[in-house]
């Protein structure tokens, strides 16, 4: 699960992925395509939202998304067009690159939809990428 800063809504996805499928079977990580917040918690809206929902994501930390990704997992779910440039220009061949997908395209497929960044908004923003996400990572589970 890659956005921005890996703060707000890659460790919301990263949450909600955990919560729906078999940790023993599936690893779940987030990561940002900025390095800024690097060891940071989640921003506190989203770790109010994830609460709000049965989710307690304050054991994660924000990282930088590395290249070595790539190489650790199967599936790579970005949550915007921005973080899908920023992704697919650090893949080394087109099986990395078929790795990277937006996240809601599992329930916009082909629409290119971009999950908003609700860091400069209100909580409503928030409970909305909640939503999103949730439907997402329903669909990923099911197919998991």
Not at 30 to 57: C, F, M, Q, Y
């Amino acid at each position: 699960m890659v956005c921005l800063g890996n703060i707000c809504r890659s460790p919301l996805a990263e949450g909600i992925l955990k919560s729906k499928v078999d940790s023993t079977k599936v690893e779940v990580d987030s990561a940002g395509t900025g390095g800024w917040h690097a060891g940071e918690l989640p921003d506190p809206r989203s770790i109010a939202v994830a609460n709000k929902n049965g989710l307690d994501i304050t054991y994660q930390r924000a990282r930088k998304f590395s290249p070595y990704d790539f190489e650790l997992y199967d599936h790579i779910y970005v949550m915007d067009n921005s973080n899908f440039r920023d992704v697919t220009q650090l893949a080394q061949s087109e099986e990395e690159k078929a790795k990277v997908q937006l996240i809601l395209d599992e329930i916009f497929p082909g629409e290119n939809v971009d999950v908003p960044d609700p860091y400069y908004g209100g909580e409503n923003g928030f409970d909305s990428v909640y939503d999103m996400l949730e439907q997402a990572c329903e669909q990923i589970a099911a197919r998991l």
